[in-house]
């Protein structure tokens, strides 16, 4: 994965240099533009400063992204994998008409205006991927990204799952919604490679790469 990395901060090599997405920082170094990843606006961005270290995100790679919201973790993916392909399902028309403004200038980026509980609706659109991304804050959200994984992830492929454990059940503690997830992932055939909290940017999160056990 290209990134550029400092002790307190990440970045993004810029696939459209001279531009910004959300107010970012720019740091040019070594000939290159990079975007300063903010881990208070991007759970990935969180997670990978706090240690996930196994997810397989390189150039080439497809990604399915389940609650795309207005792009700001979109646009660094778009950064990392200037030269494969990222689904964008997004159920607000406000949010995807501001994403579509976003995929204008980068063209691997293609938005869909879609429920991700519903993966069949969008099945003839969306190819066999890489990494499958969910952060959709939902009860439902286990079963969401479950549904999308076995449809659309490569058997070798990868799962990155963003839990927001008050979103499950605000009335049980985080602790024990995750460890609830994490059961019904390993019982439909999914086995956890990493999982990283993601305080202090993000309270009473989780992050999950999953892949297929069998």
């Known amino acids: 994965m290209e990134i550029y990395k400092t002790d307190k ?21 070594n000939g290159k533009e990079y975007r300063v990843w903010n881990p208070h606006r991007s759970k990935l961005s969180a997670a990978l400063l706090n240690g996930l270290s196994k997810l397989e995100l390189n150039k080439d790679s497809t990604v399915l992204y389940l609650g795309a919201s207005t792009g700001t973790t979109v646009s660094h993916i778009s950064d990392i994998v200037k030269n494969g392909r990222i689904y964008a399902v997004e159920f607000s028309p406000v949010s995807l008409r501001k994403l579509s ?25 969306v190819e066999k991927v890489d990494i499958v991304y969910c952060d959709v804050a939902q009860p439902s959200q286990t079963k969401l990204f479950m549904d999308n994984m076995d449809l659309f992830m490569k058997d070798d492929g990868q799962g990155v799952f963003m839990i927001k454990s008050r979103s499950i059940n605000v009335n049980i503690k985080p602790k024990t919604v995750f460890k609830e997830q994490e059961k019904i ?20 999160h989780i992050c999950l790469l999953v892949k297929k056990a069998f």
């Open 9 to 29: 901060e990440i970045a993004t090599v810029n696939l459209v240099p001279g531009t910004r997405v959300y107010g970012e920082q720019i740091i040019n170094e």
């Open 101 to 125: 403004r976003l995929c204008k200038t980068r063209p691997n980026i293609a938005p869909l205006l879609n429920d991700a509980t519903k993966p069949k609706e969008y099945l003839n659109k």
């Open 185 to 204: 992932l390993k019982t439909n055939g999914f086995s956890i490679e990493e999982r990283v909290k993601l305080e202090p940017y993000e309270k009473d």
